[in-house]
């Protein structure tokens, strides 16, 4: 099971960029599907993205309140994955936490075994 660690996140304005990023260490980092999630107060943990790699193939999938604005990234050679954030509203805000599980990519927050620490994103009007 990988440790992750996450980095990132702050205060920004409507309309800026962020980028998140989430180093893993204990693991085969290559073999892991990451993930992507946030959570708003009072509310459980929702899907924002993911990505595995097949060893030709990346394959990334996103919800559709991000879909166009965020994309997910990986560099296996750093064990590290990425979600850079553009074009933020306040509906954004959130803490984000990434997850990592072997395999395939899931949205279910149940599938994923691993999770950083969660960093808070806030984008104010």
């Known amino acids: 099971q990988v440790q992750l660690v996450q980095s990132g996140g702050g205060l920004v304005q409507t309309g800026d960029s962020l980028t998140l990023s989430c180093t893993a260490s204990g693991g085969h980092f290559g073999t892991y599907a990451m993930g992507w999630f946030r959570q708003f107060p009072g509310k459980e943990r929702e899907f924002v993205a993911a990505i595995s790699w097949s060893g030709l193939q990346i394959y990334d999938y996103y919800s559709d309140s991000v879909k166009g604005r965020f994309t997910i990234s990986r560099n296996n050679a750093k064990d590290t994955t990425y979600l850079q954030m553009n074009s933020l509203k306040p509906e954004d805000t959130a803490v984000y936490y990434c997850?990592?599980?072997?395999?395939?990519?899931?949205?279910?927050?149940?599938?994923?075994?691993?999770w950083g620490q969660g960093t808070q994103v806030t984008v104010s009007s």
């Open positions: 997850a990592g599980r072997p395999g395939g990519s899931r949205r279910r927050e149940s599938d994923y075994e691993s």
